[in-house]
């Protein structure tokens, strides 16, 4: 190899180890900021729940019934007013239905997470958001901006560590 | 001591055994049969929601918002229609009130309660049943005549184990 050649298989070694290193990172940035579906929230404990009516100013993006629920953890942060690492609120928005004067749970119209881990949403006080469209349990994932967005609307409850709702005792 | 008097003791002693026996026997009967509040329920399951409106039929005993609650047995039986002994579900009324077009969970108003345990529950197909004023945790208990009414009424499920709501997904 002539000393021309030597030079340019050293920097194209660089650059691909490099480039192989930024992805891995960036990967690994990806994954580790992805939230999946809550599989088992639905026998966690249930916080409360809402009504969103027709004349509601959030009905639009709100209307229909609407539970909260809160994973082991979570019950914890709600009685402390401080979240542990781990906990999981599930806020599960369901359209409703009329039946001989009763309203009815109808079909799921989106699914909301918000998960405390200090480390992972470290830029975002701790608490990580996605949103699942209803009755899918995948695509849940936000963009850092969007995240930022729900922590915004959250800190109106900074002083329950951004958790608006309380626990229907 | 005459044999008068021997035969008036051992009469007396018969009589008095006899009454401490069936003292004994009633209180374990009634403390058999008695079904004490179940503290944990607001941590248990969430089966399903429904609000009863003032147009439904039910409305004068049923009228509000009712939540209903499975502990980890009871959900294993929703999952298998065979509910097993020691499977409790509670019903939970809640008065609503409304505010801005949403409607709110209110007051407590009723809270009843159905556990499975074929032993204590053997004259009622396996299902006893409790009744709790809004706000109370205690004179839950109902006379085996009303709690044989609330079977009645839950036979038309007889085929889901005498359990009338299903599992929300």
Excluded at 119 to 124: D, H, I
Excluded at 132 to 160: I, N, V, W, Y
Aim: hydrophobic share 35%; aromatic share 8%.
């Amino acid at each position: 190899m002539t000393p021309m050649r030597k030079r340019t298989h050293t920097v194209m070694t660089t650059v691909i180890v490099a480039t192989l290193l930024a992805v891995a990172i960036a990967a690994r940035t990806r994954q580790d900021a992805s939230i999946s579906f809550p599989d088992s929230y639905r026998t966690w404990a249930h916080v409360k729940s809402v009504v969103v009516g027709p004349t509601s100013a959030a009905f639009a993006t709100e209307g229909g019934i609407h539970h909260i629920y809160a994973n082991p953890s979570a019950v914890d942060g709600y009685r402390t007013g401080k979240f542990p690492d781990g906990a999981i609120i599930v806020y599960d928005l369901l359209e409703t239905k009329e039946a001989a004067g009763n309203l009815l749970e109808g079909a799921p119209r989106r699914l909301d997470v918000m998960i405390k881990d200090r480390r992972r949403f470290a830029a975002n006080e701790g608490w990580g958001f996605a949103s699942f469209k209803g009755g899918e349990r995948t695509g849940g994932d936000l963009s850092p901006e969007r995240q930022r967005k729900c922590l915004d609307c959250h800190a109106k409850r900074r002083d329950h560590d951004y958790v608006q709702s309380a626990f229907r005792d």
